[in-house]
């Protein structure tokens, strides 16, 4: 994509914010997923309830972080537009031996929130890393991905 074409560069070189005040508002939605691998003992740990930190249970710790990291983006993406939220869920389950986060968010307004559910993912899974260190820097953050967003000029569907 030429620099011309690129919404947060000017037509003069110079970063910028894109301007969304001529976008329509329409309800907006993303979904995101990171996987994270700790390994076999340490999940063993976590779902048997005897990995609790004095952060409190990995999980449902992980899942306020995520929720917390969406509502501050815009503080931590350049550029990235402060938005109000309408809704942020994060769920953890564990698939064929590996933490698998995902993230869904939601708002009606005139940018999108893929940025967010990305971000909510993310603190998600550096949260359990975080919280996993001290038993292991084994732990893998695979990958984090967005999965879909509906809203907006295009959709989107990862296959």
Do not use: W
Not at 51 to 63: E, N, R, S, W
């Amino acid at each position: 994509m030429s620099k011309k074409n690129f919404t947060h560069v000017s037509s003069s070189g110079n970063p910028q914010m894109v301007d969304v005040s001529e976008k329509k508002i329409t309800k907006r939605t993303a979904r995101a997923q990171a996987i994270v691998n700790v390994g076999d003992e340490i999940l063993r740990l976590i779902q048997n309830n005897e990995l609790i930190t004095k952060k409190g249970p990995v999980f449902q710790t992980a899942i306020i972080a995520g929720v917390m990291g969406a509502k501050k983006t815009s503080e931590l993406i350049p550029f990235c537009h402060p938005i109000g939220l309408d809704d942020c869920q994060v769920s953890i389950a564990v698939i064929k031996g590996k933490i698998v986060i995902n993230t869904t968010t939601t708002l009606s307004a005139k940018t999108g929130v893929e940025m967010e559910a990305l971000t909510a993912a993310s603190t998600a899974a550096l949260t359990i890393y975080d919280m996993c260190k001290a038993l292991s820097h084994h732990i893998v953050i695979e990958e984090i991905k967005l999965m879909e967003k509906t809203g907006g000029k295009k959709d989107f569907k990862r296959a």
